[in-house]
């Protein structure tokens, strides 16, 4: 019985039971077709809003189940997609019909600690790095969730509470293994294939899978000064005014980051607080504790809070806070924004939304960037955004499909009114849906590059189901 997977032009393979029994053959982890039992459990990712079918899903072992899956695409001219930690809000991993290449099996991570250097497989989660690094002590920029992939994340720019401090993760990616759309495995660093090493920090996946990444590591904890400050809703106005003036002579070893959002149960608060919208000040110090009191002392001083939950913790734990509010199998719909400056009216755009969530679990999260990130050169890699200092998340959040329209309306108002306040680009890790366009894009002036560089790596546009990079020809 043949077995039909999607073409990337669109068309039907038919492919016989030689052909499939031969690349089984040649895999070491298992190949799930969309008529196996355990299939549907395969295909899901964190935003149940993408429903995508691929065909066929290759669970990759390690690095030669990646090689053998590339080939086997391009011997057939298959669509294909890459699953990392399968946290793309627009739900990038999947695709309709073709070949998923899946990673979830790749979680290794091996740290060099008399290097600082940590070896990460491809479809590792922030968790399993920030375990292994934190056993020494060590730790890599990455996001703010355990849960999220390190490829996507890493690919796209990567950001969170140590990006001021060290850089963003591609700030500290030494080197990476590709399996290129030829099914080839290429080093790249800055001494071998320096333009795909180039086109990896920041063109998202693009250029091909990457199966090992090489990252600098920092010393960072065991223990942190870090916690968030709530504030009733009613004071926003003032509050967030002097935490612009707070946060303008941070150190880089700090951030602090707003959320807006209802009150979730958190202990260190009075239960006629939870669930009424409050402003949080996130805030985190990676350097040692006995600064850190003194650091953040501004931007706890801020008005009157309703509880403060700011102490010492656990670098890996605190890894782990946001988790309980970001759990898989919700509706999600985010859009961003870049800004170089938090100001009155884009305060007053905010809280005027807030007053209307949708859900209990619609957000709006501002996260602080600068620092050790914002001096790079903004050429020196993909990523581009340098010159931002708070990038908006309007986080739509819901459970039913008939919320679909209200969440998503509420979401794109914000976004909209706000957009003539903003920098006019945009992380591409935060970006639902295709085909959309600003006036600087994702990548800015590197796109031109970029688009010469994927011309060469991967002429077919194998690697599509990404923000996309069009090959020059
Ligand atoms: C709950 C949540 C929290 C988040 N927090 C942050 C944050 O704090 N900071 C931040 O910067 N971003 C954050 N993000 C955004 C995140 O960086 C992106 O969603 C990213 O795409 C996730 O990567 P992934 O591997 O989990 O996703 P996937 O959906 O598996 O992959 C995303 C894309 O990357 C490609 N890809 C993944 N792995 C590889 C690989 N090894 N080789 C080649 N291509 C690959 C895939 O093809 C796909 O196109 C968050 C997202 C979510 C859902």
Not at 166 to 190: I, K, P, Q
Not at 448 to 454: C, E, V
């Amino acid at each position: 019985m043949p077995f039909t997977l999607r073409a990337a032009d669109g068309s039907d393979r038919s492919l016989t039971d030689d052909t499939m029994a031969s690349l089984a053959a040649r895999m070491r982890g298992p190949l799930i077709r969309d008529t196996d039992p355990g299939y549907e459990a395969e295909r899901q990712i964190w935003n149940a809003m993408i429903s995508r079918r691929p065909a066929l899903i290759a669970q990759c072992s390690g690095t030669a189940d990646v090689t053998t899956s590339v080939r086997f695409a391009a011997d057939h001219g298959l669509l294909v997609s890459v699953r990392g930690g399968g946290h793309n809000i627009a739900g990038s991993a999947l695709c309709d019909g073709g070949l998923m290449i899946d990673l979830s099996r790749m979680r290794a991570v091996h740290v060099d600690a008399g290097q600082r250097l940590a070896h990460v497989q491809g479809g590792a989660l922030l968790g399993d790095v920030d375990h292994e690094c934190q056993a020494h002590g060590l730790a890599v920029p990455t996001g703010i969730n355990s849960t999220t992939g390190i490829g996507g994340l890493a690919l796209g720019g990567g950001y969170g509470w140590l990006s001021r401090a060290f850089g963003h993760t591609v700030d500290n990616l030494l080197g990476a293994e590709v399996v290129t759309a030829d099914g080839l495995l290429r080093r790249a660093s800055a001494t071998e294939n320096p333009d795909l090493f180039w086109a990896i920090r920041g063109g998202g996946g693009n250029f091909g899978v990457v199966t090992e990444f090489t990252f600098r590591l920092h010393p960072v904890g065991p223990m942190i000064l870090c916690g968030p400050v709530v504030h009733a809703l009613e004071d926003a106005p003032t509050v967030l005014r002097a935490y612009r003036e707070a946060v303008a002579t941070l150190p880089d070893a700090a951030t602090c980051w707003v959320v807006i959002r209802k009150a979730p149960p958190l202990p260190f608060l009075a239960p006629e607080h939870h669930g009424r919208p409050v402003v949080i000040l996130v805030m985190v110090h990676a350097g040692p504790i006995e600064d850190a009191t003194r650091v953040l002392a501004p931007l706890r001083g801020i008005g009157r809070p309703l509880g403060d939950g700011v102490g010492p913790n656990s670098y890996a734990g605190w890894q782990a806070a946001f988790d309980p509010l970001l759990t898989p199998g919700a509706r999600n719909y985010w859009k961003s924004h870049d800004f170089s400056t938090f100001s009155d009216a884009l305060i007053d755009h905010i809280l005027s939304a807030i007053q209307n969530l949708p859900t209990d679990e619609c957000e709006v999260f501002m996260a602080h960037l600068g620092g050790v990130a914002g001096r790079a050169d903004p050429g020196a890699m993909a990523y581009a955004h340098r010159a931002t200092q708070f990038t908006m998340n309007v986080h739509g959040r819901w459970q039913q499909p008939d919320q679909d329209q209200s969440c998503r309306g509420w979401v794109r108002s914000l976004y909209e009114k706000t957009a003539p306040l903003s920098e006019g680009s945009v992380y591409i890790n935060f970006v639902p849906e295709a085909g959309e366009t600003r006036s600087k894009g994702t990548f800015g002036a590197n796109e031109p590059r970029l688009r010469r560089i994927k011309g060469q790596v991967d002429p077919a546009n194998m690697f599509r189901a990404n923000v996309q990079i069009q090959p020059e020809a």
